[in-house]
């Protein structure tokens, strides 16, 4: 399995843009999480999915967050319109409902808000 | 409320030496503690983890050793080196699947 899939690796764009954000989670895995990560904030949970349903996203900071899961094998993490105090990196990451609750991340997106 | 506390933020260590990492939790319902190593430029990865019931857990290098009556439990890195410089993350969560709740990391930096 090639792990958990991210894209964009990195994105730089100007105040007001639309940003998007997917994942490819591993196959079979049930629960889909999106993470911020930033040197002041740490590692912070946006919103998780369960079998394609939101769960929690209680951690979205605003109206201007959406996330869509569609189906089992792809999620968006959307900003609009984007502020550069949205600069981060977010990581994707997915665990299966069986086994160890362990997560597997992507190597994350690299979002720089001009 | 669902906290972590870890710390130091940071350690230096010298090559050889023992590196050790605290974190304290608050919710007795957690069940579940794995601690996570972050390169440059990756995500976080499981490094290892251990359950409640269990005071102590070794594979290699590194080590656990969990408190259940202080809520708290720690990461031994015995001879560290410096492939082992790296931000670790703490967390506690819950066996059944559901939300990891993460400490706020400690960066590593073991010198040559």
């Known amino acids: 399995d090639a792990g958990v899939i991210q894209s964009p690796r990195h994105e730089v764009t100007e105040m007001g843009q639309e940003v998007t954000l997917r994942c490819k989670p591993i196959s079979g895995h049930d629960y889909l999480f999106w993470y911020r990560q930033t040197m002041m904030r740490g590692l912070e949970l946006l919103i998780y999915?369960?079998?394609?349903?939101?769960?929690?996203d209680s951690g979205m900071p605003e109206d201007r967050f959406s996330a869509k899961m569609p189906n089992a094998s792809f999620s968006t993490l959307k900003i609009q319109p984007s502020e550069p105090r949205d600069s981060a990196v977010y990581f994707c990451?997915?665990?299966?409902?069986?086994?160890?609750?362990?997560?597997?991340f992507g190597a994350g997106s690299r979002l720089t808000v001009l | 409320q669902q906290q972590v506390k870890q710390s130091p933020q940071s350690l230096i260590v010298q090559k050889g030496g023992i590196s050790i990492i605290n974190c304290a939790y608050e919710n007795t319902a957690f069940d579940y503690f794995p601690w996570y190593q972050q390169f440059p430029g990756k995500g976080p990865a499981l490094l290892i983890a251990?359950?409640?019931?269990?005071s102590e857990k070794k594979e290699g290098r590194f080590t656990i050793s969990f408190n259940k009556s202080a809520k708290q439990f720690s990461l031994h890195i015995m001879d560290s080196q410096p492939g082992d410089s790296a931000t670790y993350f703490c967390a506690a969560t819950f066996t059944n699947a559901g939300k990891s709740t993460f400490g706020d990391g400690t960066t590593l930096t073991v010198k040559p």
């Open positions: 251990i359950r409640p019931d269990v």
């Open positions: 990451a997915s665990n299966p409902s069986s086994g160890a609750n362990v997560l597997t």
């Open positions: 999915f369960n079998n394609n349903v939101p769960i929690d």
